[in-house]
């Protein structure tokens, strides 16, 4: 085997059979679940055991952080969505119409991860909204952690059943 060989295995587009697939959806779900609106999820545990100076730092980092995210979405919020929607639609279109593997677990990635950056939205808006802070304001960080990891496992769940199917399809007609 040669060094091309090796680099077309290395990188290969049937992503289902690509063990670098599975460890890119591993970290992206890990880290979706281990960051929650900017702030790492040990920081809201650490305020939550030790109030008082982590605490305090706690709410400054999800004030800088959805005060970004709510300019961000104010200033751009329609062009983002409108990028989203054509680049889902494009991936949906490509990957299960014309049966693109690549486009298929591109979306695959990419569709929960809008879900997730939907949740966050409506998370820090609604922090803003109602001037959640202190204990209240991990709770709320804590639920939306859960909800990401809920829509995680169902997309580890979708991913890799879809994945067994393509694998299966290829096996049996290749």
Same mark, same amino acid.
Request: net charge neutral; aromatic share 12%; with cysteine.
């Given at each position: ?27 992206m ?67 299960f ?15 929960? @991860?809008?879900? %997730?950056g &939907?949740?966050? /939205?409506a998370?820090?808006?609604r *922090?803003?909204?109602?001037? $959640?802070?202190? !204990?209240? @304001?991990?709770? %709320?960080? &804590?639920r939306? /952690?859960?909800?990401?990891?809920? *829509?995680?496992?169902?997309? $580890?769940?979708? !991913? ?11 096996g049996f007609l290749?």
């Amino acid at each position: 085997m040669d060094l091309v060989d090796t680099l077309v295995e290395l990188i290969d587009l049937r992503s289902f059979s690509n063990l670098w697939f599975w460890i890119a959806l591993a970290v992206m779900w890990s880290s979706a679940s281990h960051w929650v609106l900017g702030v790492p999820i040990d920081m809201v545990y650490r305020a939550k055991r030790h109030g008082g100076q982590a605490e305090q730092d706690l709410e400054d980092v999800v004030r800088g952080n959805v005060n970004r995210l709510i300019y961000i979405m104010q200033v751009s919020g329609a062009w983002l969505l409108a990028l989203v929607c054509f680049v889902l639609s494009g991936l949906l279109v490509l990957g299960f119409f014309y049966h693109v593997e690549f486009a298929q677990a591109a979306f695959l990635l990419a569709f929960p @991860l809008s879900l %997730v950056g &939907v949740l966050t /939205r409506a998370t820090a808006g609604r *922090i803003v909204r109602d001037g $959640i802070s202190g !204990t209240e @304001l991990q709770q %709320v960080l &804590v639920r939306c /952690r859960l909800y990401i990891q809920m *829509i995680g496992t169902v997309s $580890i769940f979708v !991913t890799a059943m879809w994945g067994m199917y393509q694998n299966l399809q290829l096996g049996f007609l290749g």
